[in-house]
């Protein structure tokens, strides 16, 4: 059984541009949830999709976005990057929504801004 | 919001010996994981315990609910076993949210 996939693994961008990044959750998972992981920060919620909806955000800013399609899979996108953004993003999938079931994580896209 | 606090935040071993790393949590939660943070990043799952004790291997993980801390052991420490520890909880109060709160994770070192 396949694990959570995430694309792309590294990318690079600039200060200004955006980015979109994807999450292929463990197969008959329907939640899928976003997580930043920064070294002055650590790990913090982004938001989290089930049935396409998202049903819980974290403290971002508004240009932190994301959807998740009929098929599961799920998408980030941050606009406007800024140089803070660099750092750890990851997916996580679970079979259960609501709050029980157990998570678990893809091996991240690592994102640069210069 | 609900508050989780690893410690030790490091520790340095030799090979072979036993160690016991700490969460505590701040709130009652529904959920609680342990998770290995290999080298390139992504988390691996070590244990899934909201209450009572599990075992794998060389690994074991105790979580009382009821004093809000849980336990992770280690025993006959590898050099593979190095690497962050992260515990993280769901909070009792979300319902219907995916949402896991972090500590800030142990770093454990095993030197051969």
């Known amino acids: 059984k396949a694990g959570v996939t995430q694309t792309p693994r590294y990318l690079i961008k600039t200060r200004g541009q955006q980015v979109t990044l994807s999450c292929s959750p463990i197969?008959?998972?329907?939640?899928v949830s976003w997580y930043q992981q920064t070294p002055g920060q650590g790990l913090q919620f982004l938001f989290e999709?089930?049935?396409?909806?998202?049903?819980n955000k974290g403290n971002f800013p508004g240009r932190f976005s994301g959807r998740q399609f009929s098929n599961s899979r799920s998408e980030m996108n941050v606009s406007t990057l800024e140089l803070g953004d660099s750092a750890l993003y990851l997916c996580?999938?679970?079979?259960?929504?609501?709050?029980?079931?157990?998570?678990?994580f893809g091996e991240g896209s690592r994102l640069t801004v210069l | 919001g609900i508050q989780v606090e690893q410690s030790p935040p490091d520790l340095i071993l030799q090979e072979g010996a036993n160690s016991t790393l700490r969460c505590n949590f701040s709130d009652s939660v529904n959920n609680l994981q342990w998770f290995h943070q290999n080298p390139w990043g992504q988390l691996i799952n070590l244990f899934y315990?909201?209450?009572g004790t599990k075992q794998n291997g060389r690994l074991s993980a105790t979580t009382v609910a009821t004093e809000r801390y849980s336990l992770l052991y280690v025993s006959s420490s590898q050099t593979t076993d190095s690497g962050v520890y992260f515990c993280?909880?769901?909070?009792?109060?979300?319902?219907?949210?995916?949402?896991?709160?972090f500590g800030q994770g142990t770093r454990l070192t095993i030197n051969p």
């Open positions: 197969s008959g998972h329907r939640s």
């Open positions: 993280a909880v769901r909070p009792f109060i979300i319902q219907g949210a995916q949402k896991l709160v």
């Open positions: 315990i909201p209450s």
């Open positions: 999709y089930f049935s396409e909806t998202q049903r």
């Open positions: 996580a999938s679970s079979s259960l929504a609501g709050s029980t079931g157990e998570l678990f």
